[in-house]
């Protein structure tokens, strides 16, 4: 079942997302070589408990953070860990908030230091093809816009797009439907309507599609081990056009790519 949000409610969503951006900004401003991921974890919750909100993912099915950090390989759901960031390495960095009744969902991949220029460039076709699928977001277009999208940009530059894994409704609930898968065909799946509010979040593999799980219960990781990245936004269905109400702004402020 869809959720129509009335514009109040989306109005509650950007006051959300404006403290999930300010989130993604303060870990921004620690993401060097040294450091390790638990702190980028603590300094995150504490930054959206300070600010009144709820880490959206901690405790969501039992997951131990608030903040999924994936290097390299790992595409989703990784767990914060001692290990410290090594130049050349990339690392998704995926966060939540819950406030005022709703929750916000937005994702960034980074370049750690001196990374390959392959890596590089899959970092920066990821976040294109991001924007690709938020211009799909318009009443009248389907959930297979968006994908269709996604994916024939991303496979243009030989990538290949993770299937397990695919966008979402967000509301009341982190995850509500209808899913927004990063690939598909043109005028299928749920027709957009006014209202809607969508996570759109490409995977996108430098190498082969496959993903596995770790033994952990949550991290996915390629199957081949070649790096993957995500990028995400909370987009909101108007009569107007998409609206992004989650934001990368205050990451770009301090991060240069
Ligand atoms: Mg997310
Ligand atoms: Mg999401």
Known sequence: MIYYKTSEEIELIKESADILGRAHGEVAKL??????????????????????????????NGFPFTLCVSPNEQVVHGFAN????RD????????????KGFHSDSAYTYAIGDVKEEVRQLLKVTKESLYKGIEQAVVGNRTGD?????QHYAENYGYSIVRELVGHGVGKELH??????NYGKRGRGTQLKEGMVIAIEPMINLGKKEVVQ??????????????SAHFEHTVAI??????VLTTHKYIEEVYKF
């Open 214 to 227: 770790e033994s952990d219960g949550w991290t996915i990781r390629t199957r081949d081990k070649a790096p």
């Open 88 to 99: 050349g390495d990339i690392l998704s960095v995926d966060c939540g908030v819950f406030y």
């Open 176 to 181: 509500e439907s209808p899913e927004v898968p």
């Open 82 to 85: 001692e290990r410290e960031l």
């Open 238 to 243: 108007t009569k107007d056009g998409p609206e």
């Open 146 to 150: 968006i994908g269709y999208a996604v």
């Open 31 to 60: 993401i060097k070589p040294g450091i390790n991921t638990l702190k980028l974890d603590k300094l995150a919750e504490e930054f959206i408990r300070d600010n009144g909100g709820i880490p959206s993912f901690k405790n969501y």
